[in-house]
């Protein structure tokens, strides 16, 4: 149910439609050229039905909204950000790098309608033809309307009479953003810091070089946990107390995983997929669809990424796939 939280914020929940997530929270805060969303949610008919909605049941009309900063590009948040631009002329806000990453996967749709990308991904993470025997195209969602502004770490969201503050949180995505209100006491945290789960953190393609998903993430989880924020409201779940507690708690569970990863690996060399499977999940690897292989594959080529950094791990390429080594394993002559 839409909720006053007080201090001129209120929150409403959107569904996500078929996600076992169930819904975003869109948080809307108070100003006088209108409210701003944090987040907007899924583009579908009922997720617009359940904002325009919520928001009208808080006193709030969808046209009177002046701004919307989008935590990071994913649909669940981004979704209905054009949406509502069209029926109130509210600016779109985000992180310069997640903006980037949209204008990039509009030209991924465009070139690869097909499929053939995401199939040749995953050959060369060393999945098998058996396995991909009855591969269908991952059902992409369109990219989310673009941005009309950017907001970088550090500035200021254009809300007059209020401190609502960009803090640079890259690991879920390149450009995700967390926003301290420092006039009230709270952070959005969008995916970054959630009370009961973790974040999906994949790196995609696989081999995509220069970048740490995994690094940046555990790097951004201990500098949100210095800012000095009473509530948390996240973008899924409920809001809580003890942030620096649940970003450590997260931390260590990403240490834990590359604990486990590190003890997959040896001095022969071992593919990504079979690496990956090797991993503990919450279904057996056996019983997940591709879908969910190709999604589990990418979040450990983010761990290993971490581990190469780390120089615990070191890539090799066999017969065209990815596999991974020791780092102190003998390079064949």
Same mark, same amino acid.
């Given at each position: ?7 001129? *914020? ?40 359940? @904002?325009?909605?919520?928001?009208? *049941? ?16 994913? +649909?669940?948040?981004?979704? @209905? ?10 600016? *779109? /806000?985000?992180? +310069?790098?997640? /903006? ?23 050959? !060369? ?15 992409? %969602? ?27 949180? +890259? ?21 970054? %810091?959630?009370? !009961? ?5 994949? =790196? ?28 948390? =409201? ?11 507690? !649940? ?11 590359? /604990?486990?990863?590190?003890? @997959?690996?040896?001095?022969?060399? /071992? ?35 971490? @581990? ?17 080594? =020791? ?7």
């Amino acid at each position: 149910m839409p909720e006053d939280l007080g201090g001129g *914020v209120w929150s409403v929940p959107v569904p996500i439609p078929g996600n076992p997530l169930a819904y975003t929270l869109v948080y809307a805060l108070d100003g006088p050229r209108g409210p701003v969303l944090v987040d907007a949610g899924w583009q579908h008919e009922d997720a617009w039905s359940a @904002l325009k909605g919520g928001l009208a *049941v808080l006193g709030i009309d969808v046209g009177d909204v002046s701004g919307v900063v989008v935590t990071h590009f994913h +649909p669940d948040h981004a979704g @209905l950000a054009g949406r509502v631009r069209e029926a109130s002329g509210a600016w *779109v /806000a985000m992180h +310069p790098a997640d /903006a980037a990453l949209l204008a990039t996967l509009r030209g991924v749709v465009e070139q690869d309608a097909d499929g053939s990308w995401e199939l040749d991904a995953l050959r !060369r993470a060393g999945a098998a033809e058996g396995e991909l025997a009855g591969h269908r195209r991952h059902e992409r %969602v369109a990219p989310p309307a673009a941005p009309d502004r950017e907001l970088d770490d550090g500035e200021l969201v254009d809300l007059p009479g209020r401190t609502l503050r960009a803090v640079w949180t +890259p690991g879920h995505t390149p450009g995700h953003l967390c926003l301290h209100l420092e006039d009230g006491d709270r952070i959005f945290t969008g995916d970054h %810091v959630l009370p !009961r789960i973790t974040p999906h953190i994949g =790196l995609y393609p696989y081999d995509t070089p220069g970048v740490d998903p995994l690094g940046d993430f555990l790097a951004s989880l201990a500098r949100v946990a210095k800012v000095p924020a009473g509530e948390v =409201l996240p973008a899924h779940q409920y809001r809580f107390r003890g942030l620096a507690e !649940r970003a450590e708690a997260i931390a260590a569970h990403h240490e834990e995983r590359l /604990a486990e990863v590190t003890a @997959l690996l040896s001095a022969e060399p /071992a593919t990504l997929w079979r690496l990956a499977a090797g991993m503990t999940w919450r279904a057996p690897w056996d019983a997940m669809p591709l879908t969910s292989r190709r999604m589990a594959a990418g979040e450990a080529a983010a761990h290993l990424r971490a @581990l190469e950094r780390r120089g615990i791990a070191r890539r090799v390429d066999a017969g065209g796939s990815l596999h991974f080594v =020791l780092a102190d394993a003998p390079t064949p002559s």
